[in-house]
């Protein structure tokens, strides 16, 4: 398509019209934009779950060692069982014996625990709990404020890329952008006598 020569002696537009290299530059830097922040999504949920698979696999993990340390706990406590019923030489009096082993294992493990509870109501203790506590807290809320932060700029984000698809396709179209707020009446009314 021609467009017509303009004559010497006619006035030039108020607005040259942009480079078309401008446009094909906001557009690649457009869609660089969004290839961006579609890969840190894209990055984000792959993490989110290797996070979940991870979790999953600790609890196996742990189900495993627990497992494990129980069977262990039945084999010494029947190798020990053994060695008392040699030495006692009778399996009444060993089992006896491995009974009260374990009684004096139970004591001292309430007896720990309930030192541990102790230490952890101590006013200095209790003092790091609530800081503790607070901590969590206050960042859990910044945590929220970030999201709040990155969907605002993802909605600014979105409406600047829309705005700049309109804008390109309006003026690939060299159709005249009306003017609002702010900005000139493209239509001024013509019978107003100032």
Do not use: Y
Request: proline share 5%.
């Amino acid at each position: 398509m021609q467009q017509p020569i303009p004559e010497a002696n006619t006035a030039a537009p108020d607005t040259a019209p942009l480079p078309s290299g401008l446009f094909t530059e906001l557009a690649q830097l457009g869609r660089a934009v969004k290839h961006l922040f579609g890969a840190q999504l894209h990055l984000l949920a792959a993490e989110l779950g290797l996070a979940r698979a991870a979790v999953t696999w600790v609890l196996v993990a742990v189900l495993a060692a627990v497992v494990a340390a129980v069977g262990l706990g039945l084999s010494l406590l029947a190798l020990i069982g053994l060695l008392l019923a040699k030495w006692f030489g009778s399996w009444v009096l060993a089992l006896l014996g491995l009974c009260v082993i374990q009684v004096l294992f139970l004591l001292g493990s309430i007896v720990l625990f309930r030192r541990c509870m102790h230490w952890m109501s101590l006013p200095v203790t209790r003092g790091e709990w609530r800081g503790m506590v607070r901590e969590a807290v206050d960042k859990a809320r910044a945590e929220v404020d970030v999201e709040r932060v990155k969907a605002d700029l993802s909605r600014v984000k979105d409406e600047a890329l829309r705005k700049a698809e309109a804008l390109k396709d309006e003026l690939l179209a060299n159709k005249p952008r009306p003017r609002g707020e702010g900005g000139v009446d493209p239509a001024p009314d013509r019978g107003r006598n100032t």
